[in-house]
């Protein structure tokens, strides 16, 4: 959706539809400060006359305004736990776990306005991604299950986990969350905006499993 910003008359004017509206005598938008009214008119059919403050830009769309407000909103490099946990050797043929921290998989949005134009950004998790360094990827469609140490492993299942099919000292595992945009603001617009993608990459060790040997 966008916007277009049209000075107006004080004493009002003819406007298919808007008939010679006084904007003034609209007691929930009365003027504040230097500043001129205008005509609203956006794609989606809104029409209103409205106060904007001199310090605004009375150009800008909500879109416009989102999308500010959507680079503002902190959204930083994964915190990823694994099971068995970071700097512990994982073993060939055992699923090794990746989730995310408490908290981590949750919606941030970020809000702005311009005299009385505004819009709310909002960032929301849509997969993750592991790359486990062998030349695999897999995604996963939430944070992933957290693992339970006080849970016998055969009791627990994970949503994200990968099993290596031989040892390596020298795995760098990399673990992506890619982020959806939306957006709504005034006027009734809304629309979507691109995904972010956040990384992080650390290293992981696999051995081969000790058999155990028993005399008969």
Avoid at 10 to 18: K, P, S
Avoid at 120 to 138: C, F, K, L, W, Y
Avoid at 183 to 207: A, D, E
């Amino acid at each position: 959706m966008t916007c277009a910003y049209t000075p107006w008359a004080v004493d009002g004017q003819q406007n298919g539809g808007l008939e010679f509206v006084d904007p003034a005598s609209n007691p929930n938008d009365q003027p504040k400060g230097k500043g001129a009214y205008y005509l609203v008119e956006c794609s989606d059919g809104y029409r209103d006359v409205i106060w904007i403050a001199k310090k605004h830009d009375p150009g800008i769309t909500p879109e416009q305004l989102a999308r500010r407000a959507y680079a503002r909103i902190p959204i930083r490099s994964p915190k990823v736990l694994t099971a068995p946990p970071r700097g512990k050797e994982g073993l060939v043929g055992l699923p090794h776990w990746f989730y995310l921290a408490k908290g981590e998989w949750a919606a941030k949005s970020k809000r702005m306005r311009a005299g009385l134009v505004w819009a709310e950004a909002t960032a929301t998790p849509q997969r993750m991604t592991v790359n486990p360094g062998d030349g695999q990827t897999i995604t996963c469609d939430g944070p992933g299950t957290r693992y339970d140490p006080t849970t016998p492993a055969d009791q627990q299942r994970s949503t994200c986990s990968y099993r290596y099919s031989r040892p390596s000292s020298s795995n760098r595992v990399t673990v992506s969350v890619t982020w959806g945009g939306t957006w709504r603001g005034s006027g009734g617009t809304s629309g979507t905006l691109p995904p972010i993608t956040r990384s992080v990459t650390f290293p992981v060790r696999v051995v081969e499993a000790q058999a155990l040997v028993t005399k008969g």
